[in-house]
């Protein structure tokens, strides 16, 4: 039988393979004997940790040539990471970018400071080699069979998830979410693939995965990071579990809500936003009043952060910080920025299932519109 | 950061594209947290539909509102947690730095008549408005200029109408980029003597001063031409001239309408100038003015007309963080100061 380009490829010697992003690095899962992690952090890379512009070609080109240190995470994002590195928890990054940025974007990462578990990069060069060029624009069939992986490698009873507003992140969140609660059959799942257009045999390899990945009520919480600003209205029918954040401020006021952060982790990601000279104290309060207004947090939640981190401030995490006004003041300000709200009632939440072969269609149609008009 | 506080519930298309045009500028302005003031629960659902920065809108509840008709000092009185109320109020309190409302224009000068010092040196508040002109001015080629005062104060005296020059002055300084704008006295004749006492004696004061680039008269024809930069003149004659000025643009439209229908030449004619119709149109669209400010008080108050759509109120937006960041009210109070000093 006739060897196929890429077959032939891949028989090049490792080193070569590894600096043309040929192989695919597939996460180990746990060590044996390991044990399981108690709560999984999935992070997207590209508009989510860091800050990427690729809504055109030049855009592409020069996020390809950029050096680690040129590479910017969004304020608070490294300390949130960085938070959420805790005994147990397990840090896995799933991004779209491609395998020959693995050096250049581990770098980064270690740069910043922040270590991971796994880190899988997508294989467009293996997808041109075997002339399935759809497959490389696809999201659902890269991503989806990625993290069902990393799950049946290492499940954790709590997930949660990171992403952005530039791709169908909210769909393949949910979609993972239920496949992973055993809400969604095989059959309807075999539907959503044909509908993401994804080759026969990749389908046919997430079915399968989807058969063997650990059934749990394991994602609490899904983030959507609203970098594009798209309407937080979009994203409503996804419930209350999805949450489109505009700052990672608001991204640790909800896990500390959930009980995953302390307030002292709450106020390190605070600070790092203030550092970065692109927040001031009166963008975090109104952060504060957003998702409260938008129903994510309630407004006791607030309150208790604001007493709390009074305490942490009084235990030391603010020293040093002369920059800052007192703590009594900030405090009262962000109570301030409450009260402004008045007595609005609280965000109901429908809980029709998702149809995601709809949902997929939309997308489809969405992107078209969007490439029409030149924006990417 | 300037805080800009927006009046979310005043004008006709209020609230939706009040919120709109908010939403917008938060994703335009950097530098500025906009504070749209109104029934929060309305709001809440009108701002997630709309592509805009939480961390730089926030919310300010106001239970109630004033309507376009309504008599200001009445409303004011019966409302005293009305959307315009409360954010001239918020202002006065240290929460805000400057207002901007499309809302009741006798309800939004009262509210900051009642809340707000006037400048050091300036005895009347004044509204100003702009026109559109034959002749361009400052660095942006504006085709407007401004009139002041056009309602605001009714009877004027010499001094006031000195204060309106140089707050006038200042304010074309720094939203047409004109470094020097031609300051006039509205008057019946151009020569010095002519008019009320009134202005032959704040003709007289002009004169003097250095600071401005007093160039006289004019009379009611050079207004639509363009003469001067900025028109001074009391608030009565004021709002009589930009009605009549009003009244003047909206017979021309209704003639045009008359001739499109009434001849195929006249209406052929009309076709062959569409062009340059719609280009004339554009250079004298008020919406990309945004708004005219309500000048003399210690903060910025930028009056959007009561018909902006979303895109007037982003613009009247930027107009006061311009104002913010040109310091405008620090620059009048400086100016009154040195003529204060000199006389």
């Not at chain 1, 696809?138 to 990393?150: D, E, F, G, T, V």
């Not at chain 2, 720094?174 to 019946?188: D, E, F, G, M």
Request: glycine share 8%; proline share 5%.
């Amino acid at each position: 039988m006739k060897r196929s380009l890429f077959d032939r490829i891949s028989s090049l010697p490792g080193r070569v393979g590894e600096k043309i992003g040929l192989f695919d690095h597939v996460p180990e899962g746990l060590a044996p004997g390991a044990p399981p992690p108690r709560h999984t952090f999935r992070w997207d890379l590209d508009k989510t940790y860091l800050r990427t512009e690729f809504d055109s070609f030049t855009d592409l080109a020069k996020s390809a040539f950029e050096t680690a240190a040129d590479k910017q995470a969004y304020p608070g994002a490294t300390a949130l990471l960085r938070a959420l590195r805790q005994d147990g928890h397990r840090i896995c990054i799933v991004s779209g970018s491609p395998t020959q940025m693995r050096q250049v974007l581990a770098a980064k990462l270690a740069l910043d400071g922040v270590t991971h578990d796994e880190f899988v990069l997508k294989n467009n060069l293996k997808n041109i080699l075997r002339g399935r060029f759809r497959a490389m624009r696809a999201q659902i069939p890269y991503k989806l069979p990625a993290m069902l992986r990393s799950r049946i490698g290492a499940a954790a009873p709590h997930e949660t998830l990171f992403g952005d507003d530039a791709e169908a992140d909210a769909i393949i969140y949910c979609l993972y979410a239920d496949v992973v609660a055993g809400r969604v059959s095989i059959d309807h799942l075999e539907r959503v693939l044909i509908a993401s257009r994804a080759y026969d045999d990749d389908a046919g390899m997430i079915l399968d995965l989807a058969r063997r990945v650990p059934k749990a009520e394991a994602v609490g919480r899904m983030f959507i990071h609203l970098d594009r600003k798209s309407p937080p209205i979009g994203f409503r029918r996804f419930g209350p579990r999805l949450v489109p954040v505009y700052n990672y401020y608001q991204a640790a006021l909800v896990l500390y809500e959930d009980k995953v952060l302390s307030a002292r982790q709450v106020i390190f990601v605070a600070l790092e936003m203030l550092d970065s000279g692109q927040y001031e104290l009166g963008h975090l309060a109104t952060s504060v009043q957003d998702v409260i207004r938008r129903g994510r947090i309630k407004r006791e939640t607030a309150l208790q952060l604001a007493a709390e981190t009074q305490d942490a401030a009084q235990s030391g995490a603010l020293s040093g910080r002369t920059d800052l006004p007192p703590f009594e003041q900030i405090a009262a300000a962000f109570r301030e920025r409450v009260r402004e709200l008045g007595g609005v009632a609280d965000v109901t939440w429908d809980d029709d299932p998702l149809d995601y072969v709809r949902l997929v269609d939309e997308e489809h149609e969405h992107r078209r519109t969007r490439r029409k008009q030149g924006m990417g | 950061m300037h805080r800009i506080v927006v009046d979310a519930m005043g004008g006709d298309l209020a609230p939706d594209e009040i919120v709109q045009g908010a939403a917008e500028a938060s994703l335009q302005l950097a530098g500025a947290e906009i504070i749209l003031v109104g029934d929060a629960a309305v709001l809440g659902r009108i701002l997630p539909r709309m592509r805009h920065d939480g961390a730089r809108v926030r919310v300010h509840h106001a239970p109630a509102l004033i309507e376009m008709d309504e008599k200001p000092a009445e409303a004011l009185a019966a409302k005293p947690e009305a959307s315009i109320a409360v954010a001239v109020d918020l202002v006065a309190r240290g929460e805000g730095d400057a207002v901007v409302s499309a809302g009741n224009t006798g309800a939004s000068v009262l509210a900051c008549a009642r809340r707000w010092k006037l400048l050091a040196g300036i005895k009347r508040a004044a509204l100003a408005a702009v026109f559109p002109t034959e002749l361009r001015r400052g660095e942006k080629d504006d085709p407007f200029s401004l009139i002041l005062d056009v309602g605001a104060t009714v009877e004027v005296t010499a001094e006031d109408l000195v204060g309106f020059a140089v707050m006038g002055s200042a304010y074309a300084k720094l939203v047409s980029q004109n470094r020097r704008p031609r300051v006039a006295l509205l008057s019946n004749g151009t020569e010095p003597g002519k008019g009320p006492p009134e202005i032959v004696a704040a003709h007289a004061a002009l004169v003097e001063t250095t600071e401005l680039n007093f160039i006289g008269n004019v009379e009611g024809l050079d207004i639509p031409r363009g003469v001067a930069d900025v028109i001074v003149t009391g608030g009565f004659t004021g709002n009589v001239v930009l009605k009549m000025l009003e009244g003047v643009s909206e017979t021309v439209v209704r003639l045009a309408r008359y001739a499109h229908k009434e001849r195929l030449a006249w209406r052929l004619g009309l076709v062959a100038l569409s062009s340059a119709i719609d280009q004339l149109k554009q250079l004298t669209d008020w919406q990309q003015y945004g708004g005219a400010p309500l000048l003399g008080f210690e903060y910025p108050f930028i009056k959007a007309h009561g018909r902006s759509n979303a895109r007037a109120i982003t613009n009247a937006l930027k107009v006061a963080q311009k104002a913010l960041a040109g310091n405008l009210t620090g620059n009048i109070a400086r100016t009154m100061a040195e003529l204060a000093e000199r006389t």
